[in-house]
């Protein structure tokens, strides 16, 4: 189990491949904030409201200077059959060895109807442009997620 992560550490740095069959890493947003939110699953309710209001959010984080990635386990393929369905304009990192998940510790236990389970924790981090975390936010309700995650960008 790594650390946990606090404000002011260096962002663990990271390196997958994304929608559109490219590798995505940290150092390729070296000169900008970025976002790096979390999700459980593609397609499932919360999860699809969630990229949707970061999809209709992403001209004022690039307003911000700042870039958007979300992070599930799911397929490269899965992924890019979830921004088609629902036309998203966020790139999606597919971590399905669970290497980044852990790195930022969000790959945790969880509880549903008695059974305890591994899986991903909501949470979205704010990576400054020294590549130090800026804000973190755990266990995310959706609505009004993406409105507190600009106001702290544009910060």
């Known amino acids: 189990m790594a650390k946990e992560l606090k404000i002011g ?3 663990p740095s990271f390196s997958l491949p994304a929608n559109g069959g490219r590798t995505v890493s940290l150092a390729d947003y070296a000169k900008r904030k970025l976002v790096i939110y ?5 397609n499932t309710p919360g999860c699809t409201s969630e990229a949707i209001d970061f999809t ?3 001209k004022d984080f690039d ?5 958007i990635v979300g992070v599930s386990a799911d397929s490269v393929k899965k992924h ?11 790139t999606l990192l597919s971590d399905e ?4 998940l852990n790195a930022y510790g969000v790959w945790v236990e969880k509880n549903m109807y008695g059974r305890n389970f591994m899986g991903i924790e909501r ?7 020294d590549g ?7 266990k995310v309700k959706v609505k009004g997620h993406v409105d507190a995650v600009l106001e702290a960008a544009r910060g």
């Open 9 to 11: 550490d260096a962002a």
């Open 38 to 42: 979390f999700y459980p699953k593609d």
């Open 123 to 129: 949470a979205t981090f704010l990576v400054g442009k």
């Open 97 to 100: 060895q669970q290497d980044m």
């Open 56 to 58: 209709a959010a992403i």
């Open 63 to 67: 307003k911000a200077d700042t870039d």
């Open 80 to 90: 890019d059959n979830f921004i088609e369905k629902h036309n998203l304009g966020i």
């Open 132 to 138: 130090k975390i800026e804000q973190i936010w755990r």
